[in-house]
């Protein structure tokens, strides 16, 4: 079942949206990319004169009321974007009453998901690898699909559209469709999109095919870098990871960020780029400080700044983002793509001292997706630089999920989407 095929009239969808928005201190939403990602499956269920369930987690609470992660807090920019009246259940598994009081044309959204452990299904407070965690497991199990079972009690429909958790089996994602007929659970817009989205970047190559790799640890990232391997033309390795490559060819990096039990998988990934006839590109050169406030994201009074080697920065001083010829290769590797990847930024661009690094990549990739080639920007930090940098109307597609993202091209199965089609 398509969601295009379903008429809602006279329905109520419970809809698995991915609100887990940044909010600043006072808990006003500070980017509501994925809000507006979850209007088009939303408002066709409202248009088609049914009513609207929405369910999404905040944060990691960790099976604890945390009213920081509360989703009390964006009802009002969600009633806004959404343009109906949107009614707030304080407890997501028991909101029966507000459920039935619920009126064709209307919305509601539960409070936060992983309030209740029961979302994540893991056992809380008992030791791993012990045999009470292996009875608890059990236990938690039953209790999990009990607690979907209870979601879906709410709706006559269920639609699947937050991409950002696919890849987790929780409650909301990938038990609660035991409870619906085959004919009255589908994928949401967004996640039709991002699913063939990816498709078109493993799929449906077209070459040359350039991969951007950021973030601050190898570890984090080293399938994905693999799988990439066997498939890109070039592969450019950026932000705090460059460190790692660094000091793996015994460079100097001062206080840079670095990994150094992940030595031998930075020369490793050097190797297997060779082996595939992958041009792999590394900064060479850097910007670094020596006053860094990464609580403000701002320079301390005093701060110097330098740009070096990234083989050699000065004692005392950290690499935050990639320097002038680094930035320049980067563009060069871009330039002429046909189909681009871009996850993780090049350096600290929540400071606005050290955006030119994932700046200069930006820019790049919008002036190749005007030439004809196809753009996929995945992660949330790669999402925030697109945004902050006014680009994001310059690039093909922005996927709203970062892990899986990154599950779904190192070729892993996403159980939120493998649930829906019964698999």
């Known amino acids: 079942m398509t969601i295009d095929q379903f008429n809602f009239a006279g329905k109520k969808a419970i809809v698995r949206v991915d609100f887990n928005v940044p909010l600043d201190e006072n808990g006003h939403v500070t980017d509501d990319t994925r809000i507006r990602g979850a209007l088009p499956t939303l408002k066709k269920i409202l248009n088609d004169g049914g009513a609207v369930i929405m369910m999404s987690h905040m944060g990691k609470p960790k099976g604890k009321v945390n009213p920081k992660l509360s989703l009390k807090q964006i009802v009002e920019p969600v009633q806004k974007a959404l343009g109906v009246k949107v009614s707030f259940a ?6 029966t009453a507000e459920a039935e009081a619920l009126k064709m044309g209307e919305a509601l959204l539960l409070e936060n998901l992983r309030y209740y452990p029961e979302e994540e299904g893991k056992p809380v407070g008992v030791e791993k690898g012990t045999p009470e965690y292996d009875e608890a497991k059990k236990a938690m199990k039953k209790s999990q699909k ?19 958790t696919a890849h987790r089996k929780h409650a909301s994602t990938a038990v609660i469709d035991e409870f619906f007929d085959a004919d009255h659970r589908m994928l949401g817009y967004l996640m039709e999109k991002e699913v063939k989205a990816v498709d078109n970047v493993l799929s449906n190559i077209k070459r040359p095919f350039v991969a951007i790799m950021g973030g601050s640890k190898v570890s984090t990232k080293i399938g994905i870098i693999e799988n990439l391997l066997g498939k890109v033309d070039k592969l450019i390795l950026c932000g705090g990871m460059t460190y790692t490559f660094a000091k793996a060819h015994d460079g100097k990096i001062g206080n840079s960020i670095v990994e150094l039990d992940k030595l031998d998988v930075a020369l490793g990934v050097e190797e297997l780029a060779k082996k595939n006839g992958v041009e792999l590109v590394l900064g060479t050169d850097c910007v670094a400080t020596d006053g860094l406030d990464f609580g403000t994201m701002s320079l301390k009074e005093g701060a110097k700044k330098v740009v070096c080697a990234a083989t050699d920065v000065p004692d005392g001083f950290e690499g935050v983002d990639a ?8 563009a060069q590797a871009i330039e002429g ?13 929540e400071c606005d001292d050290f955006t030119d690094g994932s700046r200069a990549i930006g820019n790049a990739i919008a002036k190749a997706t005007k030439e004809g080639a196809f753009s996929l920007i995945g992660g949330g930090d790669s999402v925030a630089c697109v945004n902050k940098f006014g680009l994001a109307d310059q690039v093909s597609y922005i996927s709203t999920g970062g892990g899986a993202l990154l599950e779904a091209i190192e070729g892993k199965v996403l159980p939120g989407v493998a649930a829906i089609k019964g698999e």
């Open 146 to 164: 009990e607690f979907a079972k209870k979601l879906a009690s709410y709706a006559d429909a269920y639609v699947m559209d937050a991409f950002g």
């Open 323 to 330: 320097g002038p010829e680094s930035q320049k290769a980067f």
């Open 337 to 349: 793509a046909k189909t681009i990847l871009w996850n993780g930024p090049a350096g600290v661009f």
């Open 90 to 95: 304080a407890d997501c598994a028991n909101a």
